[in-house]
């Protein structure tokens, strides 16, 4: 079996320079003082994949009034990946204008942990890489070949994020912006003191505390 690196929730995301529909691009460039969600898909002109990125695509407004930055990868040529795109728009009037990676050696799946040797050595699994301005991974999900990702959680949880380090808060389950937080538990019995005695908080016990931010 291959040896793959599987980076982690907490680890600076691998830099890297390849070939895009954008031109030659170094990841660290691309990513300065944005957010970045870096995504793979198997191949390009199969179905699930193109209902996935055209998601994207049309939803790229809201990613951007979020500092947010996409970026697609698969191992398929950069001719593919154009005429892909091409087709797309001619099909579907959605243009797919973000970089996506012509990653033929593979050398971004490897370094991201993309291939799944048990599923596929030649095709990248759905995986999706959200990455801090800091250049940290903050959150990674993978997802079946034959199973398109949802698009709602991802906006979730990147709004979600985004919200905690903000407001220095936790979220419930479910949690959707405009919702109450949860606040940080005591870790003094001065701050234990000042929970109990906050009207302002929704108590479900000293330990479990929403708020509403303003």
């Known amino acids: 079996m291959e040896n793959t690196t599987m980076p982690r929730i907490g ?13 030659n691009l170094r990841f660290s460039d691309f990513a300065k003082d944005h957010w970045v969600i ?19 695509a049309r939803n790229k407004d809201w990613f951007a009034q979020r500092n947010t930055k996409l970026m697609g990868e698969s191992i398929d040529s ?25 990653d033929i050696d593979m050398k971004v799946a490897r370094l991201y942990g993309m291939l799944h040797d048990n599923t596929s050595s030649t095709a990248a699994v759905r995986a999706v890489f959200f990455i801090d301005p800091k250049g940290i991974i903050r959150l990674i999900m993978y997802y079946p ?3 398109g990702r ?4 991802i906006m979730r949880v990147l709004e979600a994020m985004q919200t ?19 606040v940080p538990p005591p870790k003094t019995l001065q701050e234990l003191d000042a929970r109990i005695a906050d009207s302002k ?6 330990y479990l505390a929403k708020k509403q931010l303003a």
């Open 164 to 182: 905690v380090d903000e407001n220095s808060c936790a979220m419930p389950v479910n949690w959707r912006a405009g919702e109450k937080v949860i």
């Open 150 to 153: 949802n698009m709602d959680e």
């Open 201 to 206: 908080l929704e108590k479900v016990d000293f």
């Open 38 to 56: 870096l995504f793979s898909h198997p191949a390009d002109f199969t179905p699930v994949c193109t209902t996935e990125l055209t998601e994207f």
């Open 78 to 102: 950069i001719h593919s990946h154009v005429a892909w795109v091409q087709n797309v728009r001619e099909k579907t009037g959605v243009y797919m204008d973000f970089p996506i990676i012509a």
């Open 145 to 147: 070949l034959n199973v």
């Open 11 to 23: 680890d600076k995301a691998p830099d890297f320079e390849a070939s895009t529909t954008h031109g």
